[in-house]
C-alpha cells in the first residue's frame, strides 16, 4: 500500500498536535513537516515531495485560501477549520474534503479514505465481493484498518452518509462505497425504500403508514417515489 506524505498547515499548536497524532495512528500515512504559517508550507513544497496537505484556513497573514491560490501544482488537499463559510470557496479550489474542527479520528479517516480512492483507483478500496449471484451467503468490506466478513443474512439495513454508507447488522459498519454501488452486490432481498435506505426484506416486521418497521425495531422511512415500487413487491411475494 502506498505511503501518503503529509503536510500540516494551521497555526494552532494543540491543532497540529491533534492532527500528528492521527497521522501517527494510521499506518499508511507519514508525516513531513508541521507548519506554523504559509511560508513555511510553500518551502517545504518546493523541497519535499507531499501528496496530501492538511490546511488551516484562518493563519496569519496569508490565509490557507490565499495559499491555495498561489499554488500551482497543488498535493491533495483537505482544510480543517473552525470557520465553516469557506467551505464552498475551499471546494471551488478543487480541495478533497473539509473538516470542521474539533473533528473525529473517524471523520478524519474518511478524509483520508477519499485521497486513498482519488490516488489510488485501482486498490481494493472498500470493495464488495465480485460474488453476486442468488448464492452469495457474505460479503467482505474494508472499514477503517481491517477488512470484515459480513453475513448477507445479518444485514438489517444500510444508509446512505455522504459517499459512505453505514451498514447496520448487530453493530454499525462504516465503509467507503455509494449506496447505489453497494446496492448493485446485493440479492434482490435487498431492495431501496428511501434515497438514503436499503432494507433486507427477511428482516421486515410491519409496514406501518410510511414507515417499515424491521425485526429489530428498527424504523425506517419509505421515500414517496419508491412506495409504489415496494407495495409491489410486497404484494408479488404474497401472491
Excluded at 80 to 104: H, Q, R
Excluded at 170 to 187: A, C, G, I, N, W
Excluded at 213 to 239: C, H, M, R, T, Y
Amino acid at each position: 500500500m502506498k505511503v501518503f506524505r503529509c503536510l500540516i498547515a494551521d497555526d494552532e499548536p494543540i491543532a497540529r498536535q491533534i492532527i500528528e497524532k492521527y497521522i501517527e495512528d494510521i499506518p499508511y500515512l507519514k508525516l513531513v513537516s508541521s507548519c506554523k504559517n504559509a511560508f513555511e508550507v510553500m518551502e517545504v513544497l518546493q523541497n519535499e515531495k507531499i501528496d496530501l496537505l492538511f490546511l488551516d484556513i484562518n493563519m496569519p497573514k496569508f490565509s490557507g485560501i490565499s495559499l491555495l491560490k498561489s499554488i500551482a501544482q497543488k498535493p491533495d488537499v483537505i482544510i480543517t477549520t473552525a470557520y465553516p463559510e469557506y467551505a464552498v470557496e475551499g471546494f471551488e479550489l478543487s480541495v478533497t474534503d473539509y473538516l470542521l474542527k474539533p473533528f473525529s479520528l473517524e471523520r478524519f479517516l474518511q478524509a483520508v479514505l477519499k485521497v486513498q480512492q482519488k490516488q489510488q483507483p485501482s486498490i481494493v478500496q472498500n470493495k464488495i465481493s465480485p460474488q453476486t449471484n442468488s448464492e452469495q451467503k457474505s460479503l467482505f468490506v474494508k472499514s477503517d484498518k481491517k477488512i470484515i466478513k459480513l453475513n448477507l443474512d445479518d444485514i438489517n439495513y444500510i444508509e446512505a452518509y455522504g459517499n459512505y454508507i453505514k451498514i447496520y447488522t448487530d453493530v454499525m459498519v462504516l465503509t467507503s462505497q455509494t449506496l447505489s454501488e453497494f446496492l448493485e452486490k446485493l440479492p434482490d432481498n435487498f431492495m431501496r425504500i428511501h434515497k438514503s435506505f436499503v432494507i433486507n426484506f427477511k428482516h421486515l416486521k410491519l409496514i406501518d403508514g410510511n414507515q417499515m418497521i424491521l425485526q429489530n425495531e428498527a424504523k425506517i422511512p419509505i421515500g414517496k417515489s419508491f412506495k409504489k415500487v415496494v407495495i409491489e413487491k410486497i404484494d408479488n411475494e404474497s401472491s
